[in-house]
């Protein structure tokens, strides 16, 4: 069972690292970029169990270690 | 017009950073995770156009600036 977690800076939050990156494309040539964020993705194998269960934990997971709460929202999805 | 990319190290790479968080995911009592792999999660946007050729621009985003082809794999998906 794997766990698909997206952690985003919330909206408002400044992104200076999505704003290099932009910087960089436009630099290269890619004029009609109009933004970038980035957030960070993880992938957490868990071992069988009950989905709904699994999806609670690691909304704990998220709470206490995986997200900053403060300026991050995360998005979590269970497969398998 | 929105491109969300996922930048993941390629299998068989190691994964240093994601050790440390299963490792410290364990610390915190959370026994049943098995692996933890961490990538990058990229928002961009792009000016309205063509579906498939802002797929192939992206796609040129990626091999020469936002991923490192020899260890990492990238997907690519365009929204609206």
Redesign the interface.
Known sequence: MKARI???LKNGVLDPQ?KA?EN??KA?G?D????????????????P?DAGAAKA?VD??CQ???ANTVIEDYDIEIEG
């Not at 009609?32 to 868990?46: I, P, S, T």
């Open positions: 997206h952690v985003t999505g990156i960089a494309l290269l890619f009609n970029v109009a933004g970038v964020r980035q957030g960070k993705f993880l992938e957490v194998d868990l071992a169990g934990q704990d997971m206490k270690l995986l």
